[in-house]
Structures are given as C-alpha cells and as structure tokens.
C-alpha cells in the first residue's frame, strides 16, 4: 500500500485560510469515507482533528474542516493562529483492511 | 481519565527483537481496538497494524509482515508489539492508539516509544 501524497510544506500568514491535499486511490481514500487528519509535533502523541473525511471530534477549533471529493481528501484551516503550526497527516482505511498514512504536511504560520 | 501509558526507551543491536507495552487505564480495554504506528527519525508516520478487542484477530501492514506481532492481555489491559530481526532502520518512536472500531479514527495515543537499534 502507498502512502497517500501530501504536499510537503504549505505556509500562510495568521488570519488567512490553508487547505492541504491528501491524494489516494480508489482502494482507499476514494473508496471510502474513512479520512482522519491528525496535527502532530515530533515526539509527541498526534491529536485527531478531522474524522470520517468532515467530523470534528469535541474540543476541536471549528476553525479545521474536512472534505473530499474523489480520490482526494482536504483540510481547511481557516483563521491561522500561530498555534496551528505543526505536522499534519491524512489517513484513510483501505480495501486491504489496513490503514495508510500521507507523508505528512508541515504547516508554517508566517 | 483515559491513559495509554508505554514502556521506556530501548536500545537494541541489528538482528534482534524488542517488545515494546502499551498498558490502558480509564476505559473498557476489551471494547477497544489497539494499533500502533511508528515514526522515524526526519520521517512521516507510518501505520504497522492493529489488532482487535478480543485478541484474535490482528492485520499488519505488508512491509512488517512476518516481523511483527501484536498481541494483548485482558488481565493487565496491556497491549504489546514485538518487532523481530531489527535493522537500523527501524530506529523510531513507536505509538499505540486506540480505536472504538476497525474502521474508527484513533481517538487516544500513547506517549510514544524510542527504539534505537545500534550496533
């Protein structure tokens, strides 16, 4: 199973809006609506921000959303707060009945 | 509070095995599924395998097929993974974290596990 493609960096300026790609197949990400987004920072636990593709678990900023459309999944982080910078990756359930992580994103606030 | 507390640090030399825990405190063990995902050093987070609330079942990722085994004990709330035949590249922080079901987000993860396989 590859891993599903993410940009390596995205960058934005506190208040604006950012949207990171996760680009799967339809073995995965296409074929199904089981998309987690997680924010983490090395050597630290990840914290689930987005579940089945639009969900936001409590406790969550209603600043992060989810979408999909395709093969191709998103999260939106719109009112950047320099808290928000960190890693963060897309996964997704697989017709293998495995999971499949994204390379990982690494966001910066300016 | 729900807790997924992991075992230390650990060093290992190439060709060996470690077994790292995963003890679960705060919620029903047995109504929870377990997988652990792992992190090298400049690396994303790659998924390794899960395994389900009874302990019967289990389902890795191929590139650890036949080198890792997760397993689970009822009576310690403990979950472990043992990866065999060690390479430096393995060299990672290993996290386990638990799902309400296979196909559910993981909600709660523990602190994470460094293994350095070194010679």
């Known amino acids: 199973q590859s891993a599903l493609t993410q940009p390596a960096s995205v960058s934005g300026s506190p208040g604006q809006s950012i949207t990171i790609s996760c680009t799967g197949t339809s073995s995965d990400v296409g074929g199904y609506n089981y998309v987690s987004w997680y924010q983490h920072h090395p050597g630290k636990a990840p914290k689930l921000m987005i579940y089945d593709v639009t969900k936001r678990p409590s406790g969550v900023s209603n600043r992060f959303s989810g979408s999909k459309s395709g093969n191709t999944a998103s999260l939106t982080i719109s009112g950047l707060q320099s808290e928000d910078e960190a890693d963060y990756y897309c996964?997704?359930?697989?017709?293998?009945?495995?999971?499949?992580f994204g390379g990982g994103t690494k966001l910066t606030v300016l | 509070q729900i807790q997924l507390v992991q075992s230390g640090a650990e060093v290992k030399k190439p060709g060996a095995s470690v077994k790292v825990s995963c003890k679960a405190s705060?919620?029903?063990?047995?109504?929870?599924?377990m997988q652990w995902v792992r992190q090298a050093p400049g690396l994303g987070l790659e998924w390794m395998g899960i395994?389900?609330?009874?302990?019967?079942?289990?389902n890795y990722a191929q590139q650890f097929q036949g080198r890792v085994t997760m397993t689970r004990d009822t009576s310690t709330s403990t979950v472990y993974m043992e990866l065999s035949s060690l390479r430096s590249d393995d060299t990672a922080f290993y996290y386990c974290a638990r799902l309400s079901g296979a196909y559910s987000p993981a909600d709660y993860w523990g602190q994470g596990t460094l293994v350095t396989v070194s010679s």
């Open positions: 705060g919620y029903t063990f047995t109504r929870y599924y």
């Open positions: 395994i389900n609330p009874t302990g019967d079942t289990t």
């Open positions: 996964t997704s359930y697989t017709t293998t009945s495995t999971w499949v």
